[in-house]
């Protein structure tokens, strides 16, 4: 309310008041007699001698009806009085009653007249005349009185109405905005607006009274149909209605308005007016807009992020903190669930969900990833969990979970994703089965050995149980290795192979996968199927002891032959885990398993193979070149003896033809006993029965002897031969055997040196002494460096170079028997360099 104030109580005297009569006497007269006539009227007398000081005071203090001049002694006296009273300011107003003596002329009557003087009364004074007079002057005072009050209470009301409208001017020009009064028509003219007109739109409230400007004229046209529907519903129902819509201001700005408006009704309930208060809300409206904006780009983030995580390959679960609740899951995530998410709003409600432990155990509820991040708030990352889905499938799960802050720093959400790395998991730990089990089989050559521990590897990576069984060369099928987690068990496998071994003309089992050579997989084996299987009720019994509930059989198979299998089991009450029963997986791997295993059997029997051919070779070379050279050395003997014997003696012709035919034969004879004692110490090297007889010699003479001994061999090929270095190396080695090195050296670079230049140097270094022999023939490829100093390995064709492939190994055994070394750098078409190191004292003593 705009606080119009509640009338405070007047000061004016009221009828019922009393109110003195002032009677003013002339000093020594006795003006009882006044008093007493006057006395009836019922208002108190006051007696003043007008030579009383007292009279201001008194005028200024009471309310005096009316002033009685007691002037019957002296009648000019009672007139001077009366004109000092019209002077005094209390006294000015107030009605004079004149008592006049004998002296009162009528002249002084008119005169007291015009002082104002009500009247006068000369004496004697009748007591009624005066009463009555009295009691006129008396209700006239009353009326002046009465008049004077409201006259006051008039201009008081006036007063606060000025106020109360200086102040609603005050509070309409405070308000944000205008109010108004306007007529009920098109374009809704204004009988009032208060000045926020001018702020509103630019007009003057002035330019809306007078109509310069309407107020229909500034709503947009398309808004003004639209508020004069909603106005006209509005009033139908005579309530209060609020309207937003568009004006343009004056300045030709559009602004948004919001109005509060009603209808003033008539007597006949005709809309008499309106009244309304307006006010811009552009701002609001802006500023609302930016937010729907805001909201509607939040919205569409939202949206984007929503498909984001719909498309994403990882399942994405939202829970609300701190209670849990799910507030968002992507479709991937009740995918890889196998079920839809959990609906309950605690956290407690996850003991549903379907986690378990590597045994099997069901997760409790505030195991799960998010749970802890909502106890914790801590992130959890990287967990692998696995999931038991109603479908009966177990998958590993790689879970992470974080938590969502706001702005403040307080848990708001947790965000948990996870996605589906079973296959990943399971080739990881097959990788790693495989590697390790490949590592065992390459340990030994001895392969029952090893398959028997394959099997016992197997057990429980593969299944509760393993068995292998092989094709024996009699067609039966022996058991080599079982392995089970339960050691009754697998008691009882050997006492079923026992009993009843597998046979190749079986059905099913380990004699049919030898027989086709075909992987077996029954992942769920039922009561019928070993009914089936069994061959008598004691072998039945046996089977069900197993327990077994699945199984899976692979071929050992290796060069077009199956000579083996290899059985895996899952049984009741096995191993806990959260799998059991075979699936494509697993038969890729244990066939994988298979391959491995039998390669390594059939490398293992390739080797053994090899390793008999070559001892049977090194036993025939032995006996062939002891028994080549018996005849050798007769044959040479009785040949130098016929050389001899030719001698020129009895015709020069014949023995020289002869001679030369000998010399044929002993040469041939030469290289014969030359080839055998190659194979002859290949066969002394390999039994370890290289003797060697050490002796103080000169290796730059042996050098150069060797040397000479080829000289004509090198002309005849066109390579210059020579020997550089040190003059004397002396050492302790054995000569034949050093002479052998040489020669063999220094005989193949004339054969691959391309008729260029070959230097043997000799060097000495400390105690050791050197022999390089250099060529610049064909050379020899990298990858054939080392092999050139193994038994008969050659690094040209046979067709271009003979040769045994021996020279470089029997040398090499020598060098290393004499405790040096033998070692070749060689470029292919840059020559080679053979160099020889040898310790210059002896060979060293063998221990032991
Ligand atoms: P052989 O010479 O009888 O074949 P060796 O054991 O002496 O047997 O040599 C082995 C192989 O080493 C030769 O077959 C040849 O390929 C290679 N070889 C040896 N010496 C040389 C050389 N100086 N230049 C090129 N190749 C050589």
Known sequence: MWGVQQETQTPWPSEETAHPLLLLEEPRSDASDIEAILSPLGQPVLRVSLESEG???LLEEEEV???LIDARQSGPTGLAVAHVLREHEQARHLPLFLLGGASCEPVDRLHGHSLGTVDCLVAPVQPDLLRAKVEVLLALRHREWEMRGVLARAARAEALARENERKLRTLLGNL??????????????????SEGALRLTGYRPEDFIERRVNWGELVLPEDYK?????MEEALSTRSPFILI?????????VRWVWEHRVGLFGPRGEVAALEGFVTDITSFRRSQQERELLHQQVEEERNRLESILEQLPVAVHIADAPSGRTVYANAQAEHLLGHPMIGGSTRKDYDQYRAIHPDGRRYTSDEYPIARVLETGEPEAGHELLYARPDGSVRVFHISAGPIRNAQGELQAVVASFMDITRLKRAERHQTFLASVSETLASSLDYEA???????????????????????????????AVSHVDPTREALAWELARQRPPRLEDGSGPGAVIRTGQTELQADISEEMLVQYASSTEHLELLRKTGVRSSLIVPLHARDRTFGALAFFFCKEGYPRALHRYDESLRLLAEDLGRRAALAVDNARLYREAQLAVRQRDEFLSVASHELKTPLTPLHLTLTALARELQPRDGAALSERLQRYVQAARRQTHKLSTLINALFDVSRITQGRLMLEPAELDLGEVVREVVAWFAPEASRVGSELR???????????DRLRLEQVITNLISNAIRYGSGRPIVARVEVEGNR?????????????????????????????????????LGLYISRSIVEALGGTIRVESRPGEGSTFTVDLPRAGPPVPSG
């Open 55 to 57: 009279l201001d005071v």
């Open 65 to 67: 009806a009316c002033i």
């Open 176 to 193: 944000p905005g205008m109010a108004y009064r306007g007529h009920y028509e098109h374009p809704c003219p204004f009988t009032f607006a």
């Open 226 to 230: 639209r508020i004069w529907k909603e």
């Open 245 to 253: 819509y568009r004006i343009r201001a004056r300045t030709g700005e």
């Open 450 to 480: 090893t398959l028997s521990h394959v099997v016992k590897r197997a057990v429980p990576d593969l299944g509760d149980g393993c068995a292998l069984d092989l094709l024996e060369p009699d067609g039966s099928i022996r058991r080599l």
């Open 723 to 733: 020997v550089e270095g040190e003059a004397r190396v002396p050492g302790r080695w």
């Open 769 to 805: 002494a050197r022999l390089v022999v250099r060529d610049e023939g064909i050379g020899i490829p990298l990858e054939a460096q080392e092999r050139i100093f193994g038994k008969f390995e050659r690094a040209v064709s046979d067709r271009h170079y003979g040769g045994l492939g």
